[in-house]
Nanobody, 118 residues
Framework: QVQLVESGGGLVQAGGSLRLSCAAS????????MGWFRQAPGKGREFVAS????????NYADSVKGRFTISRDNAKNMVYLQMNSLKPDDTAVYYC???????????WGQGTQVTVSS
């Protein structure tokens, strides 16, 4: 089993940046693809970004391409999401996930709130 804990969420103005972190424990995540999903109020959970086990391949939702960057540090069992040029539409609870490429969904964190004010 893999336990995932997100951090780094908060309130930011439009145009600002945030960096989310996901700390994994229980087993090494190097064999898993990792990803970020988000859920806005009243909406379903949607894919944001994913990264392959060794970090060679990445995949992004069209809505965040060019603004968000996913990365990982397998030595530290960590995954990150750098979010730049944030928009109010990015407001959501962001979840870290681990599993199979390209849409990891076997393991989930509890989520971290990101709020972007206009």
């Amino acid at each position: 089993q893999v336990q995932l804990v997100e951090s780094g969420g908060g309130l930011v103005q439009a145009g600002g940046s945030l960096r989310l972190s996901c700390a994994a424990s229980g087993r090494t995540i190097s064999t898993y693809a990792m990803g970020w999903f988000r859920q806005a109020p009243g909406k379903g959970r949607e894919f944001v970004a994913s990264i392959s086990g060794r970090g060679i391949s990445t995949n992004y939702a069209d809505s965040v391409k060019g603004r968000f960057t996913i990365s990982r540090d397998n030595a530290k069992n960590m995954v990150y999401l750098q979010m730049n040029s944030l928009k109010p539409d990015d407001t959501a609870v962001y979840y870290c996930a681990g599993g199979s490429w390209p849409r990891p969904s076997d393991y989930w964190g509890q989520g971290t709130q990101v709020t972007v004010s206009s």
